[in-house]
């Protein structure tokens, strides 16, 4: 474990269904962030909560909604999602000040049917 | 937007060849991050370079951050070396996030 926990580590869903994915950390760092690694593509930035409040949302579809409830705890909301939606999808966290570097989860591998 | 360049995409290499996988970016930065990722998908952070040269055990990281470029070196390569290797670049300024290079497949054969 690398200290940046995400479960589940593999989803299977409908285009109808509902769910959440969630990560936890618990190595006192104040920046959490959502990555999405799709078939062949590098990784993408999706969401950054600083804080808890959320600095950036990189262009990211509205089917995919996060929470930031303290600064240990990072949501996705996944809802009517799309085929192509399927990825791995990667949690972060960083201590911002000082800036002193990322740690990833081991990530959810999404498949949408 | 910052662009970020690997070379090469994939290396075949026998075991206990000398590695070096590049990296070339195009917008100045703050930091650097080399990144491996082993199949199922999970990230470890293997170096955070800003200057200079930094070395953990068989691996080497260099930056010219007036050339704008980087480079991975490994030493005595193992089977066990093989996996994605990314490059990470950080603009600096607080919670940035991170623009990625496509990664270095590596493969070491016995």
């Known amino acids: 474990e690398t200290g940046v926990t995400q479960t589940p580590r593999h989803l299977v869903m409908g285009m109808t269904n509902k769910k959440s994915l969630k990560c936890e950390q618990h190595?006192?760092?104040?920046?959490m962030y959502w990555y999405k690694q799709s078939a062949k593509k590098p990784l993408e930035l999706m969401f950054v909560?600083?804080?808890?409040?959320?600095?950036e949302n990189n262009s990211v579809p509205s089917r995919f909604s996060p929470e930031c409830p303290n600064s240990s705890h990072l949501f996705l909301h996944l809802h009517t999602l799309q085929p192509e939606d399927s990825a791995l999808y990667l949690c972060?966290?960083?201590?911002?000040?000082?800036?002193?570097?990322?740690?990833f989860g081991s990530g959810t591998r999404l498949t949408v049917v | 937007k910052n662009e970020v360049e690997q070379s090469p995409q994939n290396l075949t290499a026998q075991e206990g060849e000398f590695i070096t996988i590049n990296c070339s970016y195009s917008?100045?930065?703050?930091?650097l991050h080399w990144l491996q990722q082993h199949p199922g998908g999970g990230i470890v952070s293997l170096f955070m370079?800003?200057?200079g040269k930094k070395k953990h055990g068989r691996l080497i990281a260099t930056i010219n951050i007036q050339e704008k470029h980087s480079s991975l070196h490994i030493t005595a390569s193992h089977p066990r070396d093989s996996a994605v290797y990314i490059c990470?670049?950080?603009?600096?300024?607080?919670?940035?996030?991170?623009?990625f290079g496509k990664g270095t497949h590596l493969i070491i054969q016995p």
């Open positions: 972060a966290s960083s201590q911002v000040t000082p800036f002193y570097g990322y740690t």
């Open positions: 190595l006192g760092h104040n920046a």
């Open positions: 909560y600083n804080f808890k409040e959320q600095t």
């Open positions: 917008v100045g930065i703050s930091a």
């Open positions: 370079l800003s200057s």
């Open positions: 990470a670049v950080w603009p600096g300024g607080g919670a940035d996030g991170l623009t």
